[in-house]
Every structure is written in C-alpha cells, then in structure tokens.
C-alpha cells in the first residue's frame, strides 16, 4: 500500500503555531503558583510590605521569567508571521522552543528558593537554548525561501540579526554563573547589552549569513 506525502496547509501551520501560543499562555500562569502559595501559608496576620520583603526572591524571580517568557513569544510570534508552511525540522525546532518556555517555570521555582546549587546555570542555560532555538528557525527558513510569505519585506527580515546579540549576552551571562555560582539572577541583567553587542557587529560589518548568500547570487 502506498503512502502519500505528508500534507502541508495554511491551516496545520496556524494549528502549530496556536497550540505553540497555548503552551506559553499555560507556562506564564504556572509561574504565578509559587506565589499562590505564599499567599496560602500565612498563618499570622502581617502587612503586604513584609510579605513582598520576606519573599524579595521569589517575586523577583517570577517578574524576570515572566518578562523573559513574553520577550521570547514576541519573538517567536515575530518569527511566526514570515512562515506561512511548515516542514519536520521546523516542528521539531518549534518544539525544543516549547520545551525551553515549559522548562522555565521549574528553572524559576529553583532560583526562587535559593536552597538548589547553581540553579542560575540551568536558567540561564535554558533561556540561551530557547534564543539560539529561534536563531535556528529563521535560518532554516532563510535556507528554505517556500517555507516563507512571498511578501517584499521578508528579504529585509532575513538580513536582520534576529537575536544574534541576546544570544551572546546570554553566553558572557551563563559563564559569570559558572564562575560565580552565588551571583543568582543578576548575571541575566548582561541582556541589557545584546543591543550594543548587535551595534559592534553591525560597526564591524556583520552581517546574516541569509543576506551575504543572497549578494552572491
């Protein structure tokens, strides 16, 4: 019996990329259960100012990765109104992206206790995993143009360095954690250079390896 080719729609990549934005949607609310609870164990009555100051931490903590989620599924959305099809290494690059944003509420609970040994090194390590996933997809879909919207802006977007910066800062970042295992989160606040980082790179004429392939065409 023969088999047919795996079909590919408009709609199944609509499909992939709703089922991508539920998981991030159910993600962003588990990161709130550890505050939850807090609230459920005060036994004594107290001021919202001294609950905010005995667990600084965890609040600090869930602010972070709920930015740093919301960063990642704009990006990710971003990414997402290029594509108009799909193939198998986009799903399974898709799906290390979801593995990294499901991952993130545990890495969240383990920095927020600051009882677990080098839990920055696996936070930061997953949040560089999910940057350098996206980096991945653009770049197969600058190798794979029928994946992409027929649209004019697309070349430009392709040129662009889609996170190359962040993805660097992130990599200086996971290195202080391993140097420095009691620095906690504060070696993520090294993003706040991605954007003078992609500045260098653009002054030392770097540029995507989608555009330098397109010149030499």
Do not use: C
């Not at 459920?40 to 609040?59: F, K, M, N, R, Y």
């Not at 206790?113 to 999910?130: K, M, P, Q, T």
């Not at 996971?174 to 620095?183: C, E, F, K, N, Y």
């Amino acid at each position: 019996m023969s088999t047919d080719p795996e079909r590919r729609s408009e709609e199944g990549f609509r499909r992939l990329m709703a089922f991508s934005d539920a998981v991030v949607a159910i993600a962003l609310t588990l990161l709130v259960l550890p505050l939850a609870e807090i609230a459920g164990d005060l036994d004594e009555p107290t001021t919202v100012w001294q609950v905010l100051a005995d667990h600084q931490s965890a609040i600090i903590s869930f602010l972070i990765s709920f930015v740093v989620i919301w960063v990642l599924w704009r990006n990710h959305h971003r990414i997402g109104e290029y594509f108009n099809s799909y193939d198998p290494v986009f799903v399974n690059l898709n799906f290390v992206w979801l593995l990294t944003i499901v991952l993130l509420p545990f890495a969240t609970a383990l920095i927020a206790g600051d009882r677990v040994e080098r839990a920055n090194v696996l936070y930061i390590g997953v949040l560089a995993v999910s940057i350098l996933t996206e980096i991945a997809m653009t770049w197969w879909g600058s190798r794979h143009r029928e994946l992409l919207e027929d649209a004019p802006d697309v070349e430009a977007w392709l040129q662009r360095r889609h996170g190359v910066g962040t993805a660097v800062a992130l990599v200086i970042a996971l290195i202080v954690a391993i140097v420095v295992p009691d620095s906690g989160v504060w070696p993520l606040f090294l993003l706040l250079l991605s954007g003078p980082i992609e500045g260098m790179l653009t002054r030392f004429g770097w540029r995507s390896e989608a555009g330098s392939s397109r010149d030499q065409r």
